[in-house]
């Protein structure tokens, strides 16, 4: 996936991380990527395609229920492997080749979406003023138009993902895929507490400080936690 430098977002997703919340921190994700596969998305590409046709020939069964629709049809298995290569776009330090049938969901109501979106944003309403609602819903209608789109929602397994951070109180990730653009708008935000996240942050510190006065040595300690 070839991220696209698109201005409005990037502002709309630096003013939504900016915002100065005295209990929680936001963060958000607000980006636009072409469909056109490069370099490494091509080979995971070819990579999937092969898993996903050899698990449909083995069991055809195994990979009912698809929310992208049947996964004979190429189509289907493509919108799949885009999917998941917007989310290895957007993470870049985890791999969602793995990725669980299950953790997807199509929406079919692109207002209700947007109804949830902004009751979970009023705080952010408040403080950015109710303007930056139409803000940036407009600049998301112009750019990827979202009733012409299939749209998605990654669920989270809260454990092992970007998205389980210590301390999420709520978090979404939504993919506008508009295919005859050949683009897909990601947008994903999680708030968290600013208590929680310190105190893990404190945690981590202090056992490596405790590593490095236990041992003597930094180096082997280091890699005993890895093994761990």
């Known amino acids: 996936m070839k991220f696209l430098d698109v201005e409005c977002l990037s502002e709309l997703q630096r003013k939504l991380n900016d915002l100065e919340l005295t209990d929680y921190r936001v963060r958000c994700q607000l980006e636009a990527y072409s ?14 395609e092969q898993k996903l046709v050899e698990q ?30 917007t989310l290895n776009a957007a993470h870049q330090d985890y791999d969602f080749s793995s990725l669980q049938l299950s953790r997807l969901k199509r929406v079919q109501d692109v207002r209700s979406l947007q109804q949830h979106v902004d009751s ?27 009733e012409e789109c299939e749209v998605y929602s990654y669920l989270p397994d809260y454990e092992s993902d970007p998205y389980s951070a210590s301390g999420a109180l709520w978090s ?6 508009h295919k005859n653009m050949k683009k897909i708008l990601f947008f994903s935000c999680t708030l968290s507490t600013r208590l929680a996240e310190d105190s893990e942050s404190t945690e981590s510190v202090d056992e490596e ?3 490095k006065e236990s041992s ?6 280091a890699m005993f936690e890895t093994v761990i």
Do not use: H, M
């Not at 020939?57 to 919108?79: M, N």
């Open 56 to 85: 449909l020939e083995a069991s055809p069964r195994v990979l009912e229920g698809s929310p992208v629709g049947s996964l004979e049809d190429q189509s289907a298995r493509k919108t799949l492997i885009n999917l998941i290569c």
């Open 172 to 177: 979404f990730c939504y993919f506008f895929y």
């Open 209 to 211: 400080d405790f590593g």
């Open 216 to 221: 003597g040595l930094e180096t082997p300690f």
């Open 35 to 48: 469909c056109k596969p490069a370099g490494f998305d091509k080979k995971l590409s070819k990579s999937l």
């Open 120 to 146: 979970l944003f009023e705080l952010f309403y408040r403080q950015l003023g109710l303007e930056f609602r139409q803000f940036l819903w407009e600049n998301i209608g112009q750019i990827i138009r979202p």
